[in-house]
């Protein structure tokens, strides 16, 4: 696999993190020196997140992102520029060969989860394996996701990031996360957890100061990581703007987050 397992740290989770869209290279090397420099000061393991495309808008009329060729390039400097370990979503299987050419680690959206052949194709990667799961799944269900990649190493993580409750809101079951750690590696989506999906006439809303709320949550269950989008002017974010993270609050957002951090396993009762 891309990453080594001694990037992963056994006392603290681990951060996926970036701005929703590639939007630009100016903007995603801001944010990944920032992260990066956030995450080392308190001994977190880092991982760049941004996507090329945004395949599942909720109009036909939202930005998209920049496309896989200028988007894995924008992604190819930031990795080369600072030696981090990349993220980026795939949404049709015919793109993996160009993704796993750059990327570390390739994710499954979350309406994406049970797309058989692309589970299949994503497994034969050399990249790990981030899979969504989906706000309309069990998270008992996940585990015939992982048995559909063939990755029983570890190499595929699980991200919790709501259930749909009703129209336009997710919420979510804290018992899921304990319920997937069979399965692997769990992470917790603190900032799509909070969205409102196509809650702004055509495009998501989304409550962020929720997020924090619901992240010191799932710390205390002991998550193997967390996805939190940042954004250094979140309102005007490409994508995802009413739920994605100031970045000059990172700082404060991990700091409450660690304080309540434990992967003390829950006693056999």
């Known amino acids: 696999m891309r990453i080594d397992p001694s990037f992963f740290s056994p006392e603290k989770p681990f951060l996926i993190s970036g701005p929703c869209v590639a939007e630009s290279l100016d903007l995603c090397l801001?944010?990944?020196?920032?992260?990066?420099?956030?995450?080392?000061?308190?001994?977190?393991?880092?991982i760049f997140k941004a996507s090329f495309d945004k395949a599942n808008r909720t109009s036909l009329n939202s930005a998209r992102g920049k496309g896989l060729e200028k988007g894995l390039e924008i992604l190819e400097q930031v990795k080369r520029s600072l030696g981090l370990p990349v993220l980026t979503d795939v949404h049709e299987s015919w793109q993996l060969p160009y993704l796993q050419q750059v990327v570390d680690v390739i994710q499954i959206?979350?309406?994406l989860c049970r797309q058989t052949d692309l589970l299949v194709e994503a497994g034969k990667t050399n990249c790990h394996l981030n899979i969504k799961k989906g706000q309309f799944l069990s998270p008992d269900d996940m585990g015939f996701v992982v048995e559909k990649t063939g990755r029983i190493d570890g190499s595929c993580w699980l991200t919790e990031r709501g259930t749909t409750f009703g129209y336009r809101d997710l919420v979510v079951d804290f018992r899921g996360i304990e319920r997937m750690k069979k399965w692997g590696p769990v992470v917790f989506d603190a900032t799509h957890s909070v969205q409102s999906p196509g809650g702004r006439n055509g495009q998501s809303g989304g409550?962020?100061?929720?997020a924090v709320v619901l992240a010191k949550a799932a710390s205390a269950l002991g998550v193997h990581g967390f996805f939190m989008e940042t954004h250094p002017t979140p309102d005007q974010a490409m994508s995802d703007a009413a739920n994605t993270l100031?970045?000059?609050?990172m700082p404060d957002v991990l700091d409450m987050v660690l304080e309540v951090y434990s992967r003390t396993p829950l006693p056999n009762l």
């Not at 409550?207 to 929720?210: N, P, V």
Request: some cysteine; proline content about 11%.
């Open 30 to 46: 801001e944010v990944a020196e920032t992260m990066a420099s956030v995450c080392a000061k308190r001994g977190i393991p880092y």
């Open 109 to 111: 959206p979350a309406f």
């Open 207 to 210: 409550e962020r100061e929720m």
């Open 246 to 249: 100031p970045l000059a609050a």
